[in-house]
């Protein structure tokens, strides 16, 4: 049967190795010569051979001494290390956040909450994913990402949700469109070239539901996949569309305006997403703050 020794026992033996001396030792770890001179006793036994050769005047290794050095030296430094490291973690001065949010929401919410977390947690990276609503939450749910930031999940995906941004839908236009000049109802669309999002996307729902609510009846153009197609086809005066303004911001364009909407009320709701199941250490809560922050400043600025 293998012996092993404990961390307490491999200090003993270095400490008398460096001060091959059995009191001095003692002293240094701050007990008695004979608990200290059992303690070796005790190693020695259990590894069934003798580490030191000791007379009156000298302590010195023997050859099974001269090979158990380096082992012992080891394994206490990276005892430490490991702990050092662990604590960093533990503290917020190490580890890794993982993200997983949709590319509107990584292109504006994200970019100044990751410049100032990353001020204040040099230690600790940021990973981020994009996709839409579901693979996010599901990489939540599967413990793939710390913190989705996305629409509110399904009730059956059981994931904590808080909101934080109430992202409008909002009209599209050109920048030197008479549109721009002020907010409008949602009749305009049927009475513009109207671009569309793609039957299969959130967003094409969302809109759909706030057109009938407000008895407005259009022939979508284009079908878009991604926001940036829409605002791409309507800076070329292919139409007008309806985005959301996380949407708009990730565009950036100077030939591209946006105006609320008078009527109905349409809105998702951006929320950070979590597991109720699965703790977080100090950094992930800190760069939800952070995002938090961005949030309460965009909702400002519109």
Known sequence: MHQRLTLPQLEAFLTLEATANFSAAAAALGVSQPAFSRTIHQIEVRLGVRLFDRDSRHVRLTPAGQQLR???????????????????????????????????????????????????????????????????????????????????????????????????????????????????????????????????????????RALAAANVVVEPLFNCKYPTTAGALVIESQGISILT???????????????????????????LVTSPGRSLMSPAHDFMREVEKEARALGRAA
């Open 70 to 208: 380096p082992i012992a030296e080891r394994l206490l430094k990276d005892y430490d290390r490991l702990f050092r490291e662990f604590e960093s973690h533990v503290e917020g001065r190490e580890g890794r956040v993982r993200v997983a949010t949709l590319p509107s929401i990584a292109a504006t919410l994200l970019p100044g909450a990751i410049r100032r977390f990353c001020e204040t947690h040099p230690g600790v990276k940021v990973d981020i994913w994009e996709d839409v609503g579901p693979p996010v939450h599901r990489m939540v749910a599967e413990g793939e990402a710390d913190i989705g930031i996305a629409p509110r999940p399904a009730a059956s995906m059981a994931l904590d949700f808080k909101p934080i941004y109430q992202d409008r839908l909002v009209l599209v236009c050109r920048a030197d469109d008479e549109l721009a000049r002020a907010a409008h109802g949602w009749s305009v669309f049927g009475e513009r070239p109207f671009i569309a999002m793609s039957t299969d996307t959130d967003l094409r729902g969302m809109i759909d």
């Open 245 to 271: 303004r996380l949407g708009v911001e990730q565009i950036r364009s100077p030939d591209l305006a946006w105006r609320e909407l008078d009527g109905p009320d349409a809105f998702r709701l951006i929320g």
